[in-house]
């Protein structure tokens, strides 16, 4: 596996992003068997699991956290909202997003399809960015319990050494 990478972003008005976690990035972490990503992330407590692709707007989830693997093909995603990061993704890397992180589809192959899922199976809401929203979102995002576990390292691994 690549450098896991970092990224953190600021709220900008529309988008809340989250102050306190950063986005980790796993660079290629199955990029020898995509297929164990579901089996992985659920052994790991990242259950409610699905598969399917990112929607191409901004949106955030405000009560949970969210981890995605690309299970196959590439994608540009837009991570942070308007002026956040734009970030190319391909089968085996997993991007892990915390509550209130902006993220949209910008482009995708054809055969570009992803695993999500969320710690301890929490079922998400869907949030985009809604001047009514606020400021609900705000505290439920700090409200946010930190996960158990790193979805792709369990007990050890990025989320247990910089989320807490």
């Known amino acids: 596996m690549e450098t896991v990478r970092f990224?953190?972003?600021?709220?900008?008005?529309?988008?809340?992003?989250?102050?306190?976690l950063e986005v980790?990035?796993?660079?290629?972490?199955f990029k020898e068997n995509t297929q164990e990503i579901e089996e992985v992330f659920n052994r790991h407590e990242w259950t409610n699991s699905w598969t399917g692709g990112v929607f191409e707007y901004h949106h955030y989830h405000?009560?949970?956290?969210?981890?995605?693997?690309?299970?196959?093909?590439?994608?540009?995603?837009?991570?942070?909202?308007?002026?956040g990061e734009i970030l190319d993704i391909a089968a085996g890397d997993v991007v892990l997003l915390p509550a209130g992180t902006g993220h949209k589809k910008l482009d995708a192959s054809?055969?570009?399809?992803?695993?999500?899922?969320?710690?301890?199976?929490?079922?998400?809401n869907l949030k985009t960015g809604e001047?009514?929203?606020?400021?609900?979102?705000?505290?439920?995002?700090?409200n946010t319990p930190l996960p158990k576990m790193d979805p792709v390292f369990g007990d050890s691994g990025p989320v247990n050494e910089n989320w807490s």
């Open 62 to 83: 405000s009560n949970t956290h969210e981890v995605l693997g690309v299970l196959s093909g590439t994608a540009t995603l837009q991570l942070g909202g308007e002026q």
């Open 131 to 142: 001047p009514g929203e606020r400021p609900y979102v705000l505290e439920d995002i700090q």
């Open 110 to 124: 054809s055969d570009f399809e992803i695993v999500g899922a969320y710690p301890g199976g929490v079922s998400y």
């Open 24 to 29: 980790i990035v796993y660079p290629a972490a």
């Open 7 to 20: 990224y953190r972003f600021e709220d900008d008005g529309v988008i809340p992003n989250n102050r306190s």
